[in-house]
């Protein structure tokens, strides 16, 4: 059972991570910092995707 109040932090944290990450201007990336910024956001829409299945499935 997943802890809701702790769940939604979670959820606002990734999801401005996720804003943070794509506002970067990729003119001053490498080609492998972009591709680890892409991974990332990667990651965290994942993240945050799993935990709003979680908060609406309880």
């Known amino acids: 059972m997943v802890d809701k109040v702790e769940a939604k ?5 990734y999801e ?3 804003e943070k990450y794509q506002s970067l201007s990729r003119g001053l990336m490498t080609r492998d ?3 680890l910024i ?4 990667t990651q ?4 945050s995707k ?3 299945v979680q908060l609406n499935g309880t």
């Not at 892409?38 to 956001?41: E, F, G, V």
């Not at 965290?44 to 993240?47: D, G, P, Q, R, T």
């Open 9 to 13: 932090s979670n959820l606002k944290r």
């Open 16 to 18: 401005t991570e996720i």
């Open 33 to 35: 910092e972009m591709v």
């Open 38 to 41: 892409d991974k990332k956001i």
């Open 44 to 47: 965290l829409k994942e993240w």
């Open 50 to 52: 799993n935990l709003k």
